[in-house]
């Protein structure tokens, strides 16, 4: 894991979403797709993005006593994407649970799918940034 981003400029404000229960997830998908298509993301890479922000939101609604958003942005060369809820901070670096487990995967993935993924607290909760290299 690395530090997280320093958050965007004012001039490159990110696009944001809200979320707080699960007929929610398919607009923050579609949000994420066309967002992350018009930051300049290859779809495929965008398609990845957005199988690691539907994991991320699921968590939090399964996970935590409310929603969150989701923002994204470009910087230089990437594409960052961070979600925000008020769960407590989950554990990455985990090994791949094996086949006959019935859960358990969705951080595992999401850290292989993502080139870069940090974790931060504050004064908002708890921020986790998605990093996708251009």
Known sequence: MTAP???PAA???????AYDEPGDLAPVREFVRTESAALGLPRLRGDLLTVAVSELATNTLQHTGGGGRVLIWAEPGRVLCEILDHGTPPSFGRAMPAADQP????LAIVERICDEVSVSTGP???AICLTMLL
Do not use: I, S, Y
């Not at 001039?11 to 979403?17: F, L, W």
């Not at 859960?103 to 969705?106: D, L, N």
């Open 5 to 7: 981003a320093d958050p």
């Open 124 to 126: 908002e909760g708890t």
């Open 103 to 106: 859960r358990g995967r969705g």
């Open 11 to 17: 001039a490159t404000r990110p696009a944001e979403k």
